[in-house]
């Protein structure tokens, strides 16, 4: 199971298209909104999220989601089941992605310690730690960022290619019309 977390002002095309991709690769997907269903987005769509914050199971976890996004970021951070949960996942070893200002999050926590990444312009100084990169994602040892909305197609390929496949990641991204 993927959980994709959703806090009010999330950027809607890095968690809704990052969504949408995952589940055209039959990934189990459950988006979670933090502090209820109906969570806004940064641009003011409404999006009915699978699940509230307090509903949330690591039971079968493969991955965390974590959009960008601002004031999604900061809510992000700002909620201690999404705290809890990353820390799980890190301490367990299962794959955490983060997109645009959300890379952040785990720099904050010295989950980037070491570890190639990137993030939205001016949110490196936010990656503790990290090797900070020059391409529009970057993979590293169970870690996987992106620099935002523009490339998060690429973004949602590479989790596919993680917990799936490169070849159904290749696949996907063609029948997409990906180049």
Same mark, same amino acid.
């Given at each position: 199971m993927i959980l994709v977390f959703l806090a009010n002002g999330f950027e809607e095309i890095e968690a809704l298209a990052t969504v949408d991709v995952l589940r055209r690769a039959e990934l189990n997907v459950v988006t979670v909104g933090v502090g209820g269903k109906l969570i806004r987005g940064s641009h003011g769509i409404i999006v009915g999220a699978d699940i509230e914050d307090g509903d949330v199971s690591v039971e079968g976890l493969e991955a965390v989601v974590l959009p960008g996004g601002m004031p999604g970021t900061l809510n992000l951070e700002k909620s201690p089941v999404v705290q809890r949960v990353v820390e799980y996942a890190a301490a367990k =070893?299962? !794959?955490?992605?983060? &997109?645009? @200002?959300? %890379?952040? &999050? !785990? =720099?904050?926590?010295? !989950? !980037? +310690?070491?570890?190639? @990444? #990137?993030?939205? %312009? $001016?949110? +490196?100084? +936010?990656? *503790? $730690?990290?090797?900070?990169?020059?391409? %529009? #994602?970057?993979?590293?040892? =169970? #870690?996987? *960022?992106?620099?935002?909305?523009? #490339? *998060?197609?690429?973004?949602?390929?590479? &989790?596919?290619s993680a917990l799936a496949s490169e070849e159904t990641a290749r696949k996907l991204g063609a029948s997409m019309q990906c180049r």
């Amino acid at each position: 199971m993927i959980l994709v977390f959703l806090a009010n002002g999330f950027e809607e095309i890095e968690a809704l298209a990052t969504v949408d991709v995952l589940r055209r690769a039959e990934l189990n997907v459950v988006t979670v909104g933090v502090g209820g269903k109906l969570i806004r987005g940064s641009h003011g769509i409404i999006v009915g999220a699978d699940i509230e914050d307090g509903d949330v199971s690591v039971e079968g976890l493969e991955a965390v989601v974590l959009p960008g996004g601002m004031p999604g970021t900061l809510n992000l951070e700002k909620s201690p089941v999404v705290q809890r949960v990353v820390e799980y996942a890190a301490a367990k =070893g299962i !794959l955490l992605c983060a &997109i645009c @200002a959300a %890379p952040s &999050i !785990l =720099g904050h926590k010295g !989950l !980037l +310690e070491d570890k190639k @990444a #990137v993030c939205f %312009p $001016g949110y +490196e100084q +936010e990656l *503790t $730690g990290a090797q900070i990169q020059d391409g %529009p #994602v970057a993979m590293d040892d =169970g #870690v996987i *960022t992106a620099r935002g909305a523009g #490339v *998060t197609v690429e973004f949602a390929l590479s &989790i596919v290619s993680a917990l799936a496949s490169e070849e159904t990641a290749r696949k996907l991204g063609a029948s997409m019309q990906c180049r």
